[in-house]
């Protein structure tokens, strides 16, 4: 398998645009603040540990695959924002999801509910991902964001049920990206939400993701979440 670098490009362009179309606030008014995560993403390509990894994403087709792109994006420009010192992370933002290319596409497409069989092996893809991200030399701090990435506050998430809490600030980071960016992109089952509605569905979820992340998240994203009971707002 091989890694489509132009087309990775374009997607990473697209997203861009999506999430920062008039390029205005913390990403800079600057033509070279895309080109930063751009290069970022090709550095990590360059990695004979990586790109392999890369490449399965890939094959996967575009539904996984722009969810790992956009995650990168929007996890290394927060942690930019928050002026983390992540660059050495950044392979496990993109990397987050590859536990999911062992998933079958009929259960990670499928449009009705899941068996609880289904819903076994979905959860199993933090630790497959963690095993794969070690066998092929990635550091455990890379592993260690496939691992937890589904852990919740309130100890609801899997595949430990860990308190949240109690992991460090880039994987609490990661788990507020992943979930924005699921929620506004588009899957075989579900439209996309809209950036607001996607906030507002975080700031709901507060007992489970960290508040400050979605707070630094919507800073980013020049934008506020109304409440949809309440349309002046």
Same mark, same amino acid.
């Given at each position: 398998?091989?890694?489509?670098?132009?087309?990775?490009?374009?997607?990473?362009?697209?997203?861009?645009?999506?999430?920062?179309?008039?390029?205005?606030?913390?990403?800079?008014?600057?033509?070279?603040?895309?080109?930063?995560?751009?290069?970022?993403?090709?550095? %990590?390509?360059?990695? !004979?540990?990586? =790109?392999?990894?890369?490449?399965? $994403? +890939?094959?996967? @087709?575009?539904? *996984?695959?722009?969810?790992?792109?956009?995650?990168?994006?929007?996890?290394?420009?927060?942690?930019?924002?928050?002026?983390?010192?992540?660059?050495?992370?950044?392979?496990?933002?993109? %990397?987050?999801?590859? !536990?999911?290319? =062992?998933?079958?596409?009929?259960? $990670? +497409?499928?449009? @009705?509910?899941? *068996?609880?069989?289904?819903?076994?092996?979905?959860?199993?893809?933090?630790?497959?991902?963690?095993?794969?991200?070690?066998?092929?030399?990635?550091?455990?701090?890379?592993?260690?964001?496939?691992?937890?990435?589904?852990?919740?506050?309130?100890?609801?998430?899997?595949?430990?049920?860990?308190?949240?809490?109690?992991?460090?600030?880039?994987?609490?980071?990661?788990?507020?990206?992943?979930?924005?960016?699921?929620?506004?992109?588009?899957?075989?089952?579900?439209?996309?939400?809209?950036?607001?509605?996607?906030?507002?569905?975080?700031?709901?979820?507060?007992?489970?993701?960290?508040?400050?992340?979605?707070?630094?998240?919507?800073?980013?994203?020049?934008?506020?979440?109304?409440?949809?009971?309440?349309?002046?707002?």
């Amino acid at each position: 398998m091989t890694v489509d670098l132009l087309l990775s490009q374009t997607y990473l362009h697209q997203l861009w645009q999506k999430h920062w179309p008039d390029k205005t606030g913390f990403v800079h008014n600057s033509a070279s603040a895309f080109h930063q995560y751009e290069s970022l993403f090709l550095s %990590l390509c360059r990695d !004979g540990r990586i =790109y392999p990894l890369v490449a399965r $994403l +890939q094959s996967m @087709g575009p539904e *996984t695959y722009h969810h790992s792109l956009d995650v990168f994006l929007l996890g290394n420009v927060l942690a930019d924002y928050l002026q983390m010192e992540m660059a050495e992370l950044a392979a496990g933002f993109l %990397l987050h999801d590859v !536990g999911k290319t =062992y998933i079958s596409s009929y259960i $990670l +497409q499928k449009s @009705g509910t899941l *068996t609880p069989e289904e819903w076994e092996t979905v959860q199993e893809h933090p630790m497959r991902g963690y095993h794969l991200l070690r066998a092929h030399g990635l550091e455990d701090s890379i592993a260690h964001m496939a691992l937890y990435h589904h852990e919740r506050g309130n100890q609801t998430g899997y595949p430990f049920g860990l308190p949240a809490w109690e992991l460090p600030a880039p994987l609490r980071l990661l788990s507020v990206v992943d979930v924005y960016s699921a929620l506004t992109l588009p899957r075989s089952y579900r439209k996309a939400l809209t950036p607001d509605q996607a906030l507002y569905h975080l700031r709901k979820h507060t007992e489970e993701l960290d508040a400050v992340y979605i707070h630094a998240l919507l800073n980013i994203l020049h934008t506020h979440e109304p409440d949809p009971g309440n349309p002046s707002s």
